[in-house]
């Protein structure tokens, strides 16, 4: 996936606007790259109380898979500021 998919689908995630299947896909797409700015992107999402529980699973399974990928764990305050969106609907992998 090269940056300008990256950076499109970045854009489709954040967007309050747009479809939530689009939102859903974009964040189950995301899983694919190692870019920073969508793994902060997807962390964002995920502990959004705003944002509909489809997407923030997606979004934290996504997350799951890059962390498993790349065996770069989220830090103590990214754990933190996802577990209360978390809730029992998805885990984030940590290598282990």
Same mark, same amino acid.
């Given at each position: 996936?090269?940056?300008?998919?990256? /950076?499109?689908?970045?854009?489709?995630?954040?967007?309050?606007?747009?479809?939530?299947?689009?939102?859903?896909?974009?964040?189950?797409?995301?899983?694919?790259?190692?870019?920073?700015?969508?793994?902060?992107?997807?962390?964002?999402?995920?502990?959004?109380? /705003?944002?509909? /529980?489809?997407?923030?699973?997606?979004?934290?399974?996504?997350?799951?898979?890059?962390?498993?990928?790349?065996?770069?764990?989220?830090?103590? /305050?990214?754990?933190?500021?996802?577990?209360?969106?978390?809730?029992?609907?998805?885990?984030?992998?940590?290598?282990?």
């Amino acid at each position: 996936m090269d940056a300008q998919q990256v /950076e499109a689908l970045i854009t489709v995630l954040l967007d309050r606007g747009a479809d939530i299947g689009a939102r859903d896909d974009a964040a189950m797409d995301l899983y694919a790259t190692d870019d920073e700015q969508a793994r902060q992107a997807l962390l964002t999402v995920a502990i959004d109380s /705003e944002t509909p /529980e489809m997407v923030q699973a997606s979004a934290g399974e996504s997350l799951g898979q890059i962390v498993a990928r790349t065996g770069r764990a989220l830090s103590e /305050e990214e754990r933190t500021s996802l577990a209360p969106a978390a809730g029992s609907e998805y885990e984030v992998v940590q290598p282990g």
